[in-house]
């Protein structure tokens, strides 16, 4: 019995039947990790020790008959973005190199009162920003799938951990595109909910209107097991959505039969690989099989969305970090002439490259004589995107799209081209702009044996039928039995 | 030229703290003081991850100020970020707001110099209070964030003011309106209200504004005062030596009485202010603002107009009272069983008045209940005491707490009003005072008083004076017959 093989649900009825331990399953995870973390470097910071301990706890507990949450002795890792109360929380910066919250992120609370073991803080790219993981101030995380090429980014270090059974699970966000693009470059399924599902209390901030936490997981139903977990209004986080959330396991299994799933052309335009095309419109057949129907619709507005995105989310940042400042907390210069010299020099030993592009870029679109041109403008393209994913939704429930230009690339290979490594975000920040749930999976190989992403785009809150569409894909795919090379 | 060929033009934007017990975007306390960084948690010093969490009760203060100084109330209103560095703003941006404001197009109607005159609120907005530095030699600066977030609004003039003298009545009737509606203690000393004043100078006929200068931060009304009349000779002087005013901002320095500049136009921040992606607008529906503006008593100078018209007091007592809404809703609660009201307002003013101190006034602290000011001056209209012997009983209420017509009662201090009793003490006082009966009968009018003054020592004061008044006339006139 490979236990670190199992999805989180299989592990829960062994759990259950009392067939394992959660000490089993956290010392399988533990070995795992010693064997392949050092080729991989998906974690920043490992909480091994206190992870055994918790599961000791937990299986005491259960000894005891004691009532358990829904992800007791589950083993997971989450991006070092989330605050932790008494564990570093970096961000993957210099900046917050020593940073220890005081406080829990909600999510944290969330899974800590189900159950879930932590396992570390995973790697991601500088603040979030990034497409590659090149940007992590520590290290840079391989694909586990090619030890040469990137995991993808921002929440790398969060898919490549459960493509190289790292975690059971983990927790990524998601701005742009910082959870499904690297799904899509690991073979694993991501998911960004709707915004204001998950609370953002105790997530770091990027570009507060577009994040949103969401899971990485080994399979569909284990999503709907996670969400279940993370979802839910929560009073500290003003964005948050005030609602009854439904739980997302129960009809996962549904039929699929009339669904409408549309192929918007702009997504299958000649900026993306050819062999990503094929697979996903593979996809849209079989679900035709499975009886769907499918019909190819136009998304003007697609093209608009990119430089909107990142003339929104830089803006936000550039407000969003201005507070590391070496005043407070966080890295602060040695040497400084007065208070100016003070935020220049601490800023700019702390901040990598990326990051201060952006906050300049942001910076620029916010000042005064250009916020009508720059920032007001992207506004009003945002709302065009939301009106228009709303028209496509009136006549269909999913929108079918590759989740991605190109598979996983070489480290190195964009690093040094910017707008390059932009348009990686091409397929994924539209959701993001309206504020929509989607989810990408795995559909394929390319030729170089890389896993190739399908996204499935739904409404605001209703990620069940996401979740029904993706389960039902998934028990009928046909796949090439490949795994990754760690 | 002389200074009198100069108008001075004068806005200003006036911070008020709001009277919440919690901040505005988390629970931490908003009392003052306390040991430095004390009131504050992850939220209002800004960690890494927090988000705001606005305060209900910041929303329904800031549209009741705004009900109270007539502004308009914008049913979709939102909060936008003022980005700057600096170390007591742990965020780096205050949260305040930019094009839509809670409250706007408002007036406050102002008296100076028997002159009425209207000052338009041109806006009223919500935003949270920085934290504090202090600088102690040899260890640099240090920062207390208590103050990160405690609510404030700040309510934005139309350059209407005239004067110094203008500003100063505005402030006071201001601090008023604020205490009348319940919004905010107005402390000057705790910084709960202070103001920034933009200030320019034209000749007088001249229609188009001036360059103005800005005085940031004046936390007492005669602060302002001094620094509106020493700022506008500056800047006359300037314009008279041929020279421009520099648009900047400027300082008030107390202990030199000058403006000192801060900074320059070129110098100023570009605080590039856009909508905060962490808070969702606020939504105040027609219903909810009526049902505040329901909550809100009485103003000032409606009260006033009431006592004039309606209690017969004069409109200046009446403005003495409604100065303070604690002393005003004493005075109507003391007058409901009296028919003569000014008799009332009499007693505030001048007893009431001379034993307090402005803070006391502020809060109507009277030892004693409406009712025993109702009662006392009942005894006196109905006759049972006179004014004189009402102002011992005053004494005594305020010193015991004791009801008025239990002290009457235990000191016998009734007022004699029997005719015959009277009678007799009259001859007594005739008989041994000739002098002054023939002085008074020689048409020295005032000698009456002596005579009166020997009956109400003979009656230890309880002498009904106006009938020993008569009865004096009365006894002298026959003989003289």
Redesign the interface.
């Known amino acids: 019995m490979d236990l670190i093989k199992m999805t989180a649900h299989e592990l829960k009825d062994k759990l259950e039947s009392k067939e394992i331990s959660s000490v089993d399953i956290t010392k399988s995870y533990i070995d795992r990790i010693d064997k392949v973390e050092s080729s991989v470097n998906a974690y920043i910071t490992l909480t091994t020790t206190q992870a055994l301990a918790r599961a000791e706890e937990i299986d005491d507990k259960r000894a005891k008959g004691e009532t358990l949450g829904s992800l007791a002795g589950i083993t997971i890792g989450i991006k070092d973005?989330?605050?932790t109360k008494g564990i570093k929380?970096t961000?993957a910066s210099k900046m917050?190199e020593d940073?220890v919250?005081?406080?829990n992120?909600t999510v944290i609370d969330k899974l800590n009162n189900e159950g879930a073991v932590l396992l570390g803080k995973l790697n991601m790219d500088e603040f979030a920003m990034g497409s590659s993981n090149e940007n992590s101030y520590f290290h840079k995380t391989m694909n586990p799938w090619d030890l040469t090429r990137v995991p993808g980014g921002s929440s790398g270090g969060s898919a490549a951990a459960v493509a190289a059974n790292e975690a059971v699970f983990t927790l990524g966000s998601d701005t742009g595109g910082s959870i499904r693009q690297p799904a899509h470059y690991c073979g694993v399924v991501g998911m960004k909910p709707t915004y204001g599902t998950v609370s953002?209390?105790?997530?770091?901030?990027f570009?507060?209107?577009l994040d949103q936490i969401g899971p990485l997981t080994k399979d569909v139903e284990d999503m709907a097991l996670v969400l279940n977990a993370i979802t839910g209004y929560d009073?500290?986080?003003?964005?948050s959505y005030n609602k009854k959330y439904e739980d997302f396991s129960e009809n996962l299994k549904k039929d699929i039969k009339g669904k409408k799933v549309a192929l918007p052309k702009e997504y299958f335009s000649d900026g993306i690989q050819p062999e990503i095309k094929e697979k996903v419109i593979d996809v849209a057949k079989k679900l035709e099989e499975l009886g769907a129907i499918v019909e190819e619709v136009s998304m003007n507005m697609t093209d608009l969305a990119l430089p909107a995105y990142y003339l929104i989310s830089s803006?936000?940042a550039?407000?969003n970090l201005?507070?590391y400042?070496g005043?407070?907390?966080g890295y602060r210069a040695k040497n400084y002439d007065n208070?100016v010299d003070l935020?220049k020099q601490t800023r700019d030993e702390g901040f990598g490259k990326e990051v201060k592009r952006r906050i300049m870029l942001g910076?620029y679109a916010?000042?005064?004589g250009y916020?009508d041109a720059y920032?007001k403008k992207a506004q009003q393209v945002r709302t065009l995107i939301k009106n228009e994913f709303d028209k496509v939704f009136e006549k269909y429930d999913i929108i079918l799209t590759p989740t991605g230009p190109s598979t996983a690339f070489k480290i190195g290979e964009k690093i040094n081209n910017p707008i390059e490594m932009y348009m990686n975000d091409i397929c994924t920040v539209p959701i993001n702009i309206a504020g929509v749930p989607a989810l990408s999976m795995n559909c394929g190989f390319d030729s170089n044996n890389m896993p190739i992403g399908v996204q499935f785009i739904s409404k605001a809150f209703n990620e069940s039928t996401i979740l029904q569409m993706a389960y039902a894909y998934e028990q009928n795919r046909d796949l090439p039995n490949i795994t990754p090379q760690i | 030229m002389s200074y009198s060929d100069y108008e001075v033009v004068i806005g200003l934007e006036v911070h008020s703290e709001l009277k919440t017990k919690t901040k505005i975007f988390c629970s931490c306390t908003t009392e003052f003081g306390g040991e430095p960084n004390t009131h504050c948690c992850?939220i209002c010093?800004?960690?890494?991850?927090?988000?705001?969490?606005?305060n209900e009760k910041v929303v329904e203060y800031a549209i009741k100020a705004g009900l109270a100084m007539d502004c308009n109330i914008n049913e979709f209103s939102k909060q936008d970020?003022k980005?700057y560095?600096y170390?007591d703003l742990?965020?780096?941006?205050q949260v305040s707001q930019y094009d839509l404001p809670l409250c706007y197009e408002g007036e406050i109607e102002i008296e100076v110099n028997g002159e009425m005159k209207k000052i338009r609120i041109n806006r009223i907005h919500i935003e949270e209070d920085a934290g504090k530095l202090i600088h102690e030699s040899g260890e640099g600066s240090i920062?207390d964030y208590n103050r990160c977030g405690v609510p404030l609004i700040e309510i934005v003039t139309e350059p209407d003011f005239r004067s110094s003298e203008d500003v100063r009545v505005f402030l006071e009737k201001l601090r008023t309106i604020l205490l009348y509606a319940d919004v905010s203690d107005c402390k000057m000393n705790e910084g709960s209200l202070r103001c920034d004043v933009n200030l320019s100078i034209r000749k007088k006929g001249e229609t188009e504004l001036g360059t103005r200068t800005e005085m940031k931060n004046m936390n007492s009304f005669n602060y302002a005062v001094k620094a509106i009349q020493y700022e506008a000779k500056r800047q006359i002087k300037v314009i008279e030596n041929g020279d421009k005013v520099i648009q900047e901002t400027r300082r008030w320095d107390e202990s030199k009485g000058i403006t000192v500049s801060m900074r320059s136009k070129e110098e100023a921040h570009?605080y590039?202010?856009?909508p905060e992606?962490?808070?969702?607008p606020i939504i105040t529906s027609k219903e909810r603002i009526e049902e505040i503006r329901s909550s809100l008593p009485e103003m000032p100078d409606s009260r006033v107009r009431r006592y004039v018209d309606e209690y017969k007091i004069t409109e200046y007592d009446a403005r003495l009272i409604a100065a303070s809404r604690n002393m005003a809703d004493y005075f109507e609660k003391a007058v409901i069983d009296v028919k003569n009201k000014k008799a009332v307002a009499n007693w505030i003013i001048t007893e009431i008045y001379s034993r307090l101190d402005e803070e006391q006034k502020e809060q109507a602290k009277i030892p004693f209940e409406p009712a025993v000011l109702t009662e006392l001056v009942n005894l006196i209209e109905d006759g049972t005491i006179s004014n004189s012997i009402g102002k011992k009983v005053f004494a005594e209420c305020w010193e015991t707490g004791k009801r008025p017509g239990e002290i009457v009662e235990e000191k016998g201090l009734k007022q004699i009003s029997d005719d015959g009793q009277l009678q007799s003490l009259v001859k007594e006082v005739i008989d041994a005072n000739p002098k002054a009966v023939n002085d008074y009968l020689s048409g020295k009018q005032a000698a009456i008083g002596a005579l009166v003054g020997q009956m109400m020592k003979a009656t230890k004061g309880k002498a009904n004076p106006k009938m020993v008044n008569e009865l004096l006339r009365e006894a002298i006139g026959k003989l003289n017959n």
């Open positions: 973005n989330m605050c929380t961000c917050l940073f919250p005081p406080y992120a953002r209390y105790g997530l770091v901030a570009a507060s209107s009073k500290l986080d003003s964005s803006a936000e550039s407000s201005a507070r400042d005043v407070k907390y208070l935020y910076t916010l000042s005064s916020y920032y | 992850p010093t800004g960690m890494p991850g927090t988000l705001p969490k606005l970020r980005n560095f170390p742990p965020k780096a941006y920062v570009d590039r202010y856009f992606p962490d808070l969702m």
